[in-house]
């Protein structure tokens, strides 16, 4: 969306939230989902999104989150039940396994789509509700259909189903009676996943690289059925698995942080509010430092620096997102109020269903 730069105002987020604030309410509720055998999961999740969601503020307003812990347990427990259901039919028969996996994969695009509507009916900002309208139909297209054919075209229309999704998921969002609108080709997301499977590429040819260099000889070698000392063939083997691990490792903390910073600013760049719009500058080496800090202070605190490396990631996620804002924003948030008050609209419908975690 084009923004007229005479006329709009930038309104930076601002995100308040504090590692040894959040670390109090993180170790309580993990020790109390440790004591209800997981039960407590649902009210920590409630706790935890309306921290990060009170610590989110813009132009001066703040958001919250009004989510109801016995609705997600359900969820929870629906999800469980599902995988439950999946796990025993798989030490049962592989026909049973096939056919309780094809009734799981046609109710899963409906729970999405309800979880969707739960998680943005119960969102708010200055107190007015956001919501999501994505009907039933398209949530089989877009969580069924799409990943399907991606699936089967070998991955070529990946980025045309990631788009759908985005699309999806944006085109059907509101705050107050003011749609959210989506506007990106598909050709910029086929750049984005281009780009990647490139670094990927190059990433499993520098393995390919030093395993000649380590020994490369001696490992074709044991592949090709000729005489090695076993002491060798295991020294062959831990390289491949060290090779391995390390090349997993490179794609969590480079491919990783360079593919969502590029994808936030992707969809967030293409979407707008009625006559706002948005700018994410969130950058790939910005996100690769976060990313690497975060898994060596949780790697040398034995998990306890977790808390601290959610608030670091999310802090600096939220603060390079600005709203550009056409005209007087108090104005316009007044006016959404008064338009859904007008229209005797019940923002908060209850969707009582929320399978994400």
Same mark, same amino acid.
């Given at each position: ?5 005479t006329?709009h105002?930038?309104h930076?987020?601002a995100?308040?939230?504090k590692g040894?604030?959040y670390?109090? %309410?993180?170790i ?10 997981? %039960? ?11 921290y990060? &969601? ?11 989150? $009004?989510?109801d812990p ?7 427990l629906?999800g ?9 039919s ?12 094809i ?6 695009p ?10 943005l ?6 107190g007015l ?6 009907g ?12 399907l054919l ?7 229309l990946t980025?045309?189903?990631h788009r759908?999704i985005k699309?999806?998921? $944006?085109?059907?969002?509101r705050?107050?009676a ?13 750049n984005v996943?281009i780009k ?5 590429a190059?990433?499993?040819?520098l393995p ?7 020994g490369?000889?001696p ?20 390289i491949?698995?060290m090779?391995?691990?390390?090349? &997993? ?13 590029r994808?936030?600013?992707?969809v967030?760049?293409?979407?707008s509010?009625?006559? $706002? ?9 910005g996100?690769?430092v976060?990313?690497?800090t975060?898994?060596?202070? %949780? ?8 808390p601290?490396a ?5 802090k600096?996620?939220?603060? $390079? ?5 056409v005209?007087?924003?108090d ?11 007008a ?5 908060a419908e209850?969707f ?6």
């Amino acid at each position: 969306m084009t923004i007229d730069n005479t006329t709009h105002q930038d309104h930076r987020i601002a995100f308040t939230g504090k590692g040894g604030e959040y670390f109090r %309410i993180w170790i309580v509720n993990l020790a109390l989902t440790l004591l209800t055998l997981g %039960i407590y999961s649902a009210w920590a999740k409630v706790r935890r999104l309306q921290y990060f &969601y009170r610590n989110t503020a813009l132009a001066g307003g703040s958001f919250d989150y $009004h989510g109801d812990p016995l609705a997600i347990l359900k969820g929870r427990l629906i999800g469980v039940l599902m995988l439950l259901v999946y796990n025993v039919s798989t030490g049962l028969s592989t026909t049973l396994a096939v056919a309780v996996l094809i009734v799981l994969a046609a109710v899963f695009p409906w729970l999405l789509q309800r979880s969707l509507c739960f998680k943005l009916n119960n969102s708010s900002y200055r107190g007015l509700r956001f919501r999501f309208d994505g009907g039933t139909g398209d949530a089989y297209r877009v969580f069924l259909l799409w990943p399907l054919l991606g699936y089967l075209s070998l991955g070529l229309l990946t980025p045309l189903a990631h788009r759908r999704i985005k699309a999806y998921q $944006h085109n059907n969002s509101r705050y107050g009676a003011t749609p959210f609108a989506f506007d990106v080709g598909a050709g910029a997301f086929y750049n984005v996943y281009i780009k990647m499977a490139l670094m990927l590429a190059a990433m499993l040819v520098l393995p390919a690289i030093l395993v000649v260099g380590l020994g490369g000889i001696p490992l074709l070698a044991m592949f090709n059925d000729a005489p090695m000392p076993r002491q060798q063939q295991f020294q062959m083997i831990g390289i491949l698995v060290m090779l391995i691990l390390a090349f &997993y490792l490179l794609a969590f903390l480079v491919i990783g942080p360079w593919f969502a910073a590029r994808m936030q600013n992707l969809v967030w760049n293409g979407t707008s509010l009625g006559q $706002h719009g948005f700018s994410s500058e969130v950058t790939a080496r910005g996100l690769l430092v976060i990313y690497l800090t975060n898994f060596l202070g %949780i790697l040398l605190t034995l998990g306890l620096f977790k808390p601290y490396a959610d608030i670091r990631l999310a802090k600096y996620r939220l603060e $390079h997102m600005t709203l550009l804002a056409v005209g007087d924003l108090d104005g316009f948030v007044a006016d959404q109020r008064q338009r859904v008050d007008a229209t005797g609209e019940e923002t908060a419908e209850v969707f009582d269903l929320d399978i994400s975690f």
